[in-house]
Nanobody, 122 residues
Framework: QVQLVESGGGLVQAGGSLRLSCAAS????????MGWFRQAPGKEREFVAS????????YIADSVKGRFTISRDNAKNTVYLQMNSLKPEDTAVYYC???????????????WGQGTQVTVSS
């Protein structure tokens, strides 16, 4: 079993930056692909970014490409989402997701964090 804990959310003005972290615990993590989804009120959960265990496969949603960056530190079992040039439409609950031995996380990922709120004011 894998537990995921997100941190780093908060309130920021438009144009600002935040870095989200997701720490994994519970078992060996070799082969664990990790990523981020977000869900705004009244909307479906949407993919944001994904990174494979070796970091050789990374994917960023078109809606955040050029502004968000995903990275990971396997020594710390942690994945990061650096969010720059934030916009009010980025306001959502951001969820960490993980699954073993896949190229990218999807909505059928096996493990999910509890979510962290990101609010961008205009």
């Amino acid at each position: 079993q894998v537990q995921l804990v997100e941190s780093g959310g908060g309130l920021v003005q438009a144009g600002g930056s935040l870095r989200l972290s997701c720490a994994a615990s519970g078992r060996t993590f070799s082969g664990l692909t990790m990523g981020w989804f977000r869900q705004a009120p009244g909307k479906e959960r949407e993919f944001v970014a994904s990174i494979s265990w070796s970091s050789s496969n990374t994917y960023i949603a078109d809606s955040v490409k050029g502004r968000f960056t995903i990275s990971r530190d396997n020594a710390k079992n942690t994945v990061y989402l650096q969010m720059n040039s934030l916009k009010p439409e980025d306001t959502a609950v951001y969820y960490c997701a993980a699954k073993f031995r896949v190229v990218a996380v999807t909505t059928d990922s096996d493990y999910w964090g509890q979510g962290t709120q990101v609010t961008v004011s205009s």
